[in-house]
């Protein structure tokens, strides 16, 4: 019989990233980051001006960020262990939203941290990407993890026997991210591991039975 299998984003899941990246606009750009009663595309603005940024520099920013600074990610409190254990029972791999050609700096920027995955990239919503992981391995029972409530939607629609954890890891964030709980495409809402894990245990189990 196959094992379950583990699906987990990996920025602001498993990797701290808004945090690192706000703080090196700061440095680098002298570009402010602010979340708060705003979407992740209006949230940033030059320091002193009130106009945001365009959607063509933040894409540049962020390519900047992802192909010069990851070294600054550091994990989630819990994340590392969480994964370690969850691997004892399941197939754990990630699905994170990033272009293919850094999909080997992923899988360095998480081994450096201590979590041994197989890294899945992905570009747009994830619900696909899902299908066609499931598909290959054929698990007895899946579960995905994300920080995004778009990406559950997408989750609940193309495989909807999918179990969904939304998950945010950063609580600097955590308030201003829509819940997908709430919007009935995930199955819980825990921000922080030491409760996901017991909840995520369950999950697995009631699998096995």
Not at 60 to 70: N, P
Not at 187 to 205: K, S
């Amino acid at each position: 019989m196959s094992r379950p299998l583990v699906i987990t984003d990996c920025d602001e899941v498993l990797l701290h990233m808004v945090m690192h990246f706000r703080d090196w606009l700061d440095e680098a750009h002298d570009i402010e980051l602010n979340l708060a009663g705003r979407t992740f595309a209006n949230a940033m603005r030059r320091r002193g001006s009130e106009t945001p940024l365009e959607q063509a520099e933040i894409w540049t920013l962020l390519d900047g960020f992802f192909d010069d600074e990851m070294h600054r990610q550091t994990p989630i409190p819990g994340a590392v262990e969480a994964v370690a254990t969850l691997g004892e029972q399941a197939d754990v791999v990630v699905l994170t939203n990033l272009s293919d050609h850094r999909r080997d700096d992923r899988v360095r920027q998480l081994a450096s941290h201590g979590i041994e995955a197989r890294v899945f990239t992905n570009l747009g919503p994830k619900g696909p990407a899902i299908r066609q992981i499931i598909a290959e391995y054929r698990p007895s029972r899946a579960i995905f993890i994300d920080d995004l409530a778009q990406h559950h939607e997408s989750a609940a629609g193309e495989v909807p026997e999918i179990t969904r954890l939304h998950l945010v890891g950063e609580p600097s964030i955590a308030d201003f991210i829509p819940c997908a709980l709430e919007q009935g495409h995930a199955h819980a809402r825990i921000d922080n591991w030491a409760e996901a894990l017991p909840w995520l245990h369950e999950r697995l189990h009631e699998a096995q039975r």
